[in-house]
């Protein structure tokens, strides 16, 4: 099994390209389902969320061919089943957006239940009420798969009881070829929401408000082939950051969206960090130790659940009681026992973590509960003292593309490994 060995005690110094964002393609190439055209996609994470999409559109006759590393050219004009099954669909979440497309173009979808980090229920009840005020006579889950059949769909006005990111996604996908006209309330206004509406409108849709908390579809018979390029990973692109707040270092994160990122941005000047911005690049210097403040999970434009591991490993380190709430999942602070056997001081009450600064880290053997919390723990082995093992990182790789590498070009020492003679090896070089 591989795992990260990490000396920690290193400020990470220099610049990173950011990747394409894993969120957006997901629902992305779930999309380019939706025509018989071919879709050349540009800025493809290679990453296994990414990966497991791509194996599960090609077991129902999608043809993907791989232009290089992260340009794909994908046709859709031979698929021989709405029957999307296996074990390795349930390794993501977003798997149910091929529930939404298949629906669009053949009124007729059943798709494993999706799997992914557990860090909450994610239920998908939202999806279900959509699906069914679109026109799906019978869609819910049945032994095991998500159904959803339709004679034909219908336009409709959805109300989400709920902002939720995926159901906001899988219902454009359906509802961009039905007929009439579509309204969705309560949207999500994630840039990764737009990026996907942005997509489909490439292709001919006709969708408007993206980004908004009211998005207006207007049916179309067809879509045609385009070409598209995927915003960068504002998630990926916060990680380094906190990166650098957490290793007193100096990263200019490049490839980016200022705009996005500036929830992040904000808090991370708020903690003492100085930060710089130019068209498509943001650099974090951390010259002093971190000041303590609060921080609650909120939908976009607010702080994202994705990055509240990160900034929580960077507020343990932080002078005085901070305190993070997290609003969005119920079952996020798994991690805080792993960073607990490194020396931090926090007590989570419900879905509240109370956060006592200590000086340092220490070193220790430690799992990666999921994907971001995983990523977190990295930035904390990165600032402790002597060394740790990180196990699980296959979580990890869900969604961070060659991250120790990435790190390893910031000054980081750290390897992959995969057993404990590569554990010494590498103590043995850089102890």
């Known amino acids: 099994m591989e795992q990260y060995v990490i000396k920690g005690g290193n ?4 610049e990173v390209e950011i990747g394409g964002a894993k969120n957006a393609a997901l629902g992305i190439l779930a999309g380019a389902i939706l025509t018989d055209d071919t879709v050349v996609i540009e800025n493809v994470p290679d990453v296994r969320d990414t990966n497991v999409m791509i194996q599960a559109m090609e077991s129902i006759g999608v043809i993907v061919q ?34 939404g497309s298949l ?14 980090c557990n860090i909450g229920t994610r239920p998908i009840d939202q999806h279900l009420k959509g699906f069914k005020a679109l026109g799906a006579r019978d869609a819910g889950v049945v032994g095991g798969r998500i159904e959803a059949h339709a004679d034909k769909l219908q336009g409709a006005h959805i109300y989400l009881d709920m902002v939720t990111v995926g159901a906001t996604i899988n219902l454009m996908l359906a509802a961009v070829r039905a007929e009439g006209r579509t309204i969705i309330e309560n949207a999500a206004k994630e840039p990764h929401v737009v990026d996907v509406a942005n997509f489909l409108n490439c292709m001919g849709a006709n969708i408007k408000g993206a980004g908004t908390d009211v998005i207006r579809i207007k049916g179309v018979s067809e879509l045609h082939g385009t070409e598209y390029t995927i915003i960068p990973d504002q998630i990926e ?63 976009y434009p607010g702080f994202p659940t994705d990055m509240q591991p990160q900034i929580t490993v960077a507020l343990g380190l932080a002078e005085g009681t901070s305190i993070v709430t997290e609003s969005i999942f119920e079952n996020r602070f798994k991690y805080v026992d792993e960073l ?36 977190a723990l990295v930035l904390a082995a990165l600032a402790a003292d002597g060394f740790t093992t990180i196990d699980d990182i296959r979580y990890i790789e869900r969604g961070y593309e060659e991250f120790d590498v990435k790190l390893r070009s910031l000054g ?11 554990i010494q090896k590498f103590k043995l070089k850089v102890g």
Do not use: W
């Not at 400020?11 to 220099?14: D, E, F, K, R, T």
């Not at 629906?103 to 992914?116: C, D, Q, S, W, Y």
């Open 237 to 299: 692109a916060g990680t380094f950051m906190f990166a650098a707040a957490v290793t007193k270092g100096d990263i200019t994160v490049k490839n980016v969206i200022p705009k996005h990122l500036e929830s992040i941005s904000a808090k991370l000047q708020e903690i003492g960090c100085e930060i710089e911005e130019s068209d498509d690049a943001v650099r974090v210097v951390a010259s002093r130790r971190l000041e303590h403040t609060h921080v609650k999970t909120l939908p």
């Open 103 to 116: 629906l669009g173009k053949f009124n007729k979808a059943e798709v494993t239940l999706p799997g992914g």
């Open 11 to 14: 400020a990470l110094v220099g």
């Open 66 to 99: 791989h232009v290089d590393k992260h340009t794909l050219k994908i046709n859709a004009g031979n698929i021989h089943s709405q029957i999307v099954d296996g074990d390795y669909i349930k390794r993501i979440r977003a798997s149910y957006y091929l529930i």
């Open 340 to 375: 607990m056997r490194m020396g931090a001081n926090i007590k989570v009450e419900s879905s509240t973590a109370i956060i006592e600064g200590v000086n340092r880290y220490t070193g220790a053997s430690i799992t990666a509960p999921d994907l971001r919390a995983g990523a």
């Open 412 to 422: 980081a020492m750290m390897e992959k490994v995969e057993d404990d003679s590569a």
